[in-house]
């Protein structure tokens, strides 16, 4: 077993880590200047490491990966689960040091998972809410699941997320569920910039073309329960 | 975000039983015959379930 830290370095990689693709710049001694690759999160690393071998001068030349525990990682294996911590690249004989980062907005479905293995995974993390009462009928098992689905699904829907900045200049979002979702999460109870359209927005010939009306804006969704409360309320 | 339903009967669920022992039958989406219940799921939670989300203990 070659010991990677032992070898001379022989340049570096920095990884990062996009949603659907995994991104790489190689910098080396032999390279005039940085070589960027791109490659599928499903794709294997075979592709990769033949690249490498023929950028760095020599297609006949041994290209691995080595794991933190000095384990060979098999060049079948895919970019997804490949580039993890502690991994470094060999590469006729000399080491290329390895830097992983991750894109923000990458898919990090794992992260803050008190499972290593979690942590690095690209899989979604399932957890379930196990509702049990034996076999008496009755209890509300279901409606208790079911109520718990719909909290979930409501707080969980990106349509959600807090307008803390309203877009005076563009126009109002025209979908009904989303506008009553983010007025009744974002706004409450304070007046919201849709509602001073008028009663009945949705009978507007052309929302955008007026002008959007005075109103105070919402409170950062950081703000917390006094400031929401703090604002004035919506007046006829 | 889905909802399963796990029966407490042994190498048979509500899609199989007779009438007389289970009442009525639910039809998913994909065929599947399951507990009436899976029905109030999907209206109350606004999703499609399959057979996969109707399960029984199996014996033997």
């Given at each position: 077993?070659?010991?990677?830290?032992?070898?001379?370095?022989?340049?570096?990689?920095?990884?990062?880590?996009?949603?659907?693709?995994?991104?790489?710049?190689?910098?080396?001694?032999?390279?005039?200047?940085?070589r960027l690759y791109a490659f599928a999160l499903t794709?294997?690393?075979?592709?990769?490491?033949?690249e490498l071998a023929k950028d760095l001068g020599d297609?006949?030349?041994?290209?691995?990966?080595?794991?933190?525990?000095?384990?060979?990682?098999?060049?079948?294996?895919?970019?997804?689960?490949?580039?993890?911590?502690?991994?470094?690249?060999?590469?006729?004989?000399?080491?290329?040091?390895?830097?992983?980062?991750?894109?923000?907005?990458?898919?990090?479905?794992?992260?803050?998972?008190?499972?290593?293995?979690?942590?690095?995974?690209?899989?979604?993390?399932?957890?379930?809410?196990?509702?049990?009462?034996?076999?008496?009928?009755?209890?509300?098992?279901?409606?208790?699941?079911?109520?718990?689905?719909?909290?979930?699904?409501?707080?969980?829907?990106?349509?959600?997320?807090?307008?803390?900045?309203?877009?005076?200049?563009?126009?109002?979002?025209?979908?009904?569920?989303?506008?009553?979702?983010?007025?009744?999460?974002?706004?409450?109870?304070?007046?919201?910039?849709?509602?001073?359209?008028?009663?009945?927005?949705?009978?507007?010939?052309?929302?955008?073309?007026?002008?959007?009306?005075?109103?105070?804006?919402?409170?950062?969704?950081?703000?917390?329960?006094?400031?929401?409360?703090?604002?004035?309320?919506?007046?006829? | 975000?889905?909802?399963?339903?796990?029966?407490?009967?042994?190498?048979?669920?509500?899609?199989?039983?007779?009438?007389?022992?289970?009442?009525?039958?639910?039809?998913?989406?994909?065929?599947?015959?399951?507990?009436?219940?899976?029905?109030?799921?999907?209206?109350?939670?606004?999703?499609?379930?399959?057979?996969?989300?109707?399960?029984?203990?199996?014996?033997?």
């Amino acid at each position: 077993m070659v010991d990677a830290a032992t070898l001379p370095s022989g340049g570096s990689l920095d990884i990062t880590r996009h949603e659907l693709h995994v991104e790489m710049q190689l910098s080396s001694p032999k390279l005039a200047k940085p070589r960027l690759y791109a490659f599928a999160l499903t794709d294997q690393l075979a592709a990769f490491f033949s690249e490498l071998a023929k950028d760095l001068g020599d297609p006949d030349m041994v290209v691995e990966m080595q794991s933190a525990s000095g384990a060979a990682v098999s060049p079948l294996m895919v970019h997804s689960f490949a580039w993890k911590a502690g991994r470094s690249i060999i590469a006729g004989g000399s080491r290329i040091d390895v830097a992983i980062s991750s894109e923000e907005g990458a898919v990090n479905a794992g992260e803050g998972c008190p499972s290593p293995r979690r942590r690095q995974s690209m899989r979604p993390v399932m957890k379930y809410v196990i509702v049990s009462g034996g076999v008496v009928s009755g209890l509300g098992k279901g409606v208790t699941a079911s109520s718990l689905g719909v909290l979930l699904k409501v707080t969980r829907r990106p349509h959600t997320r807090p307008r803390s900045q309203p877009h005076p200049h563009t126009c109002p979002d025209p979908h009904p569920f989303t506008r009553t979702l983010t007025l009744t999460l974002t706004c409450w109870p304070g007046p919201s910039p849709d509602l001073a359209h008028g009663p009945d927005p949705g009978h507007d010939p052309d929302p955008c073309a007026r002008p959007a009306p005075e109103h105070s804006p919402c409170p950062a969704p950081d703000a917390g329960p006094d400031a929401l409360l703090a604002r004035p309320r919506a007046t006829a | 975000m889905t909802s399963i339903k796990i029966d407490p009967y042994l190498n048979i669920d509500a899609g199989t039983m007779s009438p007389f022992e289970h009442g009525e039958v639910f039809v998913l989406d994909d065929g599947g015959e399951a507990d009436l219940d899976l029905g109030n799921y999907e209206r109350f939670n606004d999703i499609t379930l399959t057979r996969d989300n109707n399960i029984t203990t199996v014996y033997g």
